[in-house]
């Protein structure tokens, strides 16, 4: 049996983007950018030291709180 502390928090948990899309859009307040999968995709290209070793999965622990920062400085510019 595993103790709490051996076990990964679901915030820790490596996933793909299709469900890091959909589980960032759906916790964000309303009125929030929601991404889309372009965006995302341009958000690894800034980023790619958070893709080590040509890793593409994401974790909402890792890349959340980085998106957030990112998002709104990047969103207008690929809405043009």
Known sequence: MKRDGDRIKESEMRISITDFLASFNK????????????????????????????????????????LIDWLPRNLEIHQK
């Open 27 to 66: 916790n964000m307040p309303k009125g929030f950018p929601l991404v889309t999968p372009a965006l995302l995709k341009k958000f690894q290209d800034a980023h790619p030291m958070l893709f080590k070793d040509g890793n593409v999965t994401w974790s909402l622990d890792q890349h959340r709180k980085k």
